[in-house]
């Protein structure tokens, strides 16, 4: 490892769902200078943050979706190294104003991909520090400071509280700094190019891979517009592998079967969950409604 990196304590997390997907996303970081993952299942939105920041045997967490397919170990380690070298607590894809799939907060990096500097967080962090963090007050600020040239696709500031993690990323770009990453879109439309400092290839991150093992006909059921995905995805797996020159693996009986007891337990467990969340989401839509 770069004589940088062998002094920080380094891992990279993975929110997971999907066994299958996280196991093709894996065997793509799997070998980078023997860097630790960690497969993180049953974690709440902006839960898993704070699993991070409670390992204290983790100085920089490189938190990557099982979606998001690494095409440049390279690209990622020199990342790794500008943030420590600049003193950056974050690098990400902004959520509004660049490629993601989303018109959200600028302010906010997309959790598909972060370089976390776990190291430089704590020495601010608490999770009532989060809580008691005024976001919708510093925005005003915060807008007038951010560099209008990284605004190029639709974006909204005054999303604050759109997804629940809105406010860790902005209590961490107003008590530190973020390097927000150069971003593209893939010819299928969707699909986020993610590119380091250099704007050389990181990932390719392909949205949507909660429709991933979901039958065609529930997907186009429940979201007519979504349309199919798994075959969207599986080109973008497959190109991944061949960018990489690694032979994209062939699961087996047994580990086809794993993934599906795996995800019928995930959805045993996901679904009391997501029950769990509808009061706040409710009083969140009535609390819009009574401001307009």
């Not at 700094?177 to 593209?184: D, I, N, R, V, W």
Request: net charge positive; charged share 25%; proline share 4%.
């Amino acid at each position: 490892m770069r004589t940088l990196l062998k002094d920080r304590r380094i891992k990279i997390f993975t929110r997971s769902f999907d066994l299958r997907l996280y196991s093709y996303a894996k065997e793509l970081f799997d070998g980078i200078d023997g860097i630790q993952t960690v497969r993180l299942t049953d974690q709440t939105a902006d839960g898993y943050f704070y699993t991070m920041l409670k390992d204290t045997s983790c100085d920089i967490a490189i938190n990557i979706d099982e979606d998001a397919f690494l095409t440049g170990p390279k690209a990622l380690l020199d990342l790794v190294e500008y943030v420590i070298l600049n003193g950056y607590a974050n690098a990400g894809c902004q959520d509004g104003g660049a490629y993601a799939a989303r018109a959200g907060n600028p302010l906010v990096t997309n959790p598909f991909f972060n370089v976390l500097n776990l190291e430089l967080i704590r020495t601010k962090f608490s999770r009532d520090a989060i809580r008691e963090f005024d976001s919708a007050g510093v925005i005003p600020r915060m807008k007038a400071d951010f560099p209008q040239e990284l605004l190029t696709t639709p974006y909204n500031f005054e999303w604050v509280d759109y997804e629940p993690y809105f406010k860790f990323f902005i209590w961490l770009a107003y008590n530190f700094k973020t390097l927000y990453l150069p971003s593209g879109r893939y010819k299928d439309g969707i699909t986020t190019i993610l590119y380091n400092q250099n704007h050389e290839e990181l990932c390719y991150h392909t949205w949507m891979a909660r429709f991933y093992s979901v039958p065609d006909f529930f997907v186009r059921f429940f979201q007519k517009n979504t349309g199919m995905q798994k075959h969207r995805i599986e080109h973008v797996i497959s190109m991944a592998y061949a960018d990489r020159n690694m032979l994209r693996p062939d699961f087996s009986l047994v580990q086809k079967l794993s993934f599906f007891g795996n995800k019928i337990a995930r959805w045993c467990i996901k679904v009391p969950q997501r029950v769990a969340g509808w009061p706040r989401k409710i009083s969140k839509k009535y609390k819009k409604l009574r401001s307009n």
